[in-house]
C-alpha cells in the first residue's frame, strides 16, 4: 500500500517526513549512527514538533536500530512474506474481463479469511476493503466498486496482511485480456524499474541509489515517477519510516544496512508525473495510464533478498 508523502504533525503522529529521511536519517562516517551536523527544527512546517536529533545521538541510534529487524522477525515476516505471495498470485489469476472490483475483493478478502489472517487495508484510516483495487488511471488506493474490468484494461492488485503482530505488502499490475502495445510497455518497464531498484538494495547503498536508479529507467523509456506516493519500512506495522522513494539523487538518505525491510514500489505513469488525489481515489492528472508494482526486500550482508514473488 503505497506511503503518502506528507507530515502531519507532532513526531508521535507523524506519517512521514521527507526531510527527516533527507537529513536525520544519513549516516555519519564517523560513528555507527546518524549524522546529525546541521540538522535543526523541521522546514517545512514552522508549529511542527519534529525535531532533528541534533543533540541527541543517542535518540537517533535507538531510531536505526527500530528498523534493523531481529533474527525472530526476519523469520515471521518472511513467513508472511509467503503467504502474501500466494495470495496475490490466486488474486491476479481471478481478473477476466466483466467482473466489477468489488467481485474481486469479495474473493480476496474470503481467500485471507481461510488463510487465517488479517486484511490490513480493511479499516485503516477508513478504508473500506481488503485491497486496493486500481484501474487505468487510478495510480493507488483504488477502492473496489461495481465498476466492470473489460479487454484492454490495466489493473493494479495492492494487497497487505498481518498476524500475530507481523506484515507484509505486495501488489502487481496486470492486463485484462489483450491490452495495447503502450500499456503493455508501461507495465513491463514498471516492472523493469523494480527489478533495477532491488539491484541498488544492497548495504553501502543508500535510499537514494534506489530511487535514483528506478528514476533514470522510467524518464529514459518517456515515462515519469509519481513524487505523491513512494514505498516504505514495513515488517511490525504496515507503514513505517523512512520512505523508500521511487526518484531522487544518488548517494543520499539513509545507507542501507543488513536486518532493514522494506518495500520497492516504482509508481510510473504513462504521462505527467502529477497525481489528482479526491479522498483515496488517487488517479493521473491527465487521465492517462499508471502502473505499479511492489516486492518486499530484506537487506541481507552480501547484498539482499526478495522476500515476495509475484
Excluded at 121 to 143: A, M, R, W
Excluded at 190 to 219: M, V, W, Y
Aim: glycine content about 10%.
Amino acid at each position: 500500500m503505497g506511503y503518502s508523502d506528507f507530515c502531519v504533525g507532532k513526531s508521535s503522529e507523524v506519517t512521514a517526513c521527507p526531510e527527516l529521511v533527507e537529513g536525520a536519517l544519513d549516516y555519519s562516517k564517523s560513528f555507527d549512527g546518524y549524522n546529525t551536523v546541521g540538522l535543526g527544527p523541521c522546514p517545512r512546517l514552522a508549529s511542527c514538533e519534529i525535531l532533528y536529533r541534533k543533540n541527541k545521538p543517542e535518540k537517533a541510534m535507538e531510531k536505526i536500530m527500530g528498523m534493523i529487524k531481529t533474527q525472530k522477525q526476519i523469520i515471521e515476516i518472511s513467513k508472511m512474506a509467503e503467504l502474501i505471495s500466494q495470495l496475490l498470485q490466486k488474486s491476479l489469476s481471478w481478473v477476466s474481463p466483466g467482473m466489477s472490483t468489488f467481485d474481486l475483493d469479495a474473493m480476496i478478502e474470503a481467500e485471507i479469511d481461510r488463510m487465517g489472517v488479517i486484511g490490513s487495508c480493511k479499516g485503516y484510516e477508513g478504508f473500506p476493503s481488503v485491497s486496493c483495487l486500481s484501474v487505468n488511471d487510478q495510480v493507488t488506493h483504488g477502492i473496489p466498486d461495481d465498476t466492470l474490468l473489460k479487454e484492454g484494461d490495466i489493473i493494479d492488485i495492492d494487497l497487505v496482511i498481518e498476524r500475530n503482530g507481523y506484515f507484509a505488502d505486495c501488489s502487481k499490475t496486470i492486463g485484462v485480456g489483450k491490452i495495447s502495445k503502450e500499456a503493455s510497455r508501461l507495465v513491463s518497464v514498471t516492472e523493469e524499474c523494480l527489478s533495477r531498484g532491488i539491484k541498488a538494495a544492497i548495504p553501502g547503498n543508500t535510499l537514494g541509489d534506489i530511487g535514483f536508479t528506478i528514476q533514470s529507467h522510467a524518464e529514459s523509456n518517456r515515462f515519469s515517477v509519481v513524487r505523491d506516493y513512494t514505498g516504505h519500512f514495513i515488517g511490525l506495522d504496515m507503514h513505517e519510516d523512512p520512505m523508500v522513494k521511487n526518484y531522487g539523487p544518488p548517494h543520499k538518505g539513509l545507507e542501507l544496512k543488513p536486518g532493514m525491510i522494506f518495500c520497492i514500489e516504482p509508481m510510473i505513469n504513462q504521462g505527467w508525473r502529477s497525481v489528482t488525489t479526491r479522498g483515496w481515489d488517487a488517479r493521473t492528472r491527465d487521465g492517462k495510464l499508471s502502473s505499479r508494482c511492489e516486492h518486499m526486500v530484506l537487506i541481507t550482508k552480501t547484498g539482499n533478498k526478495v522476500l515476495t514473488s509475484h
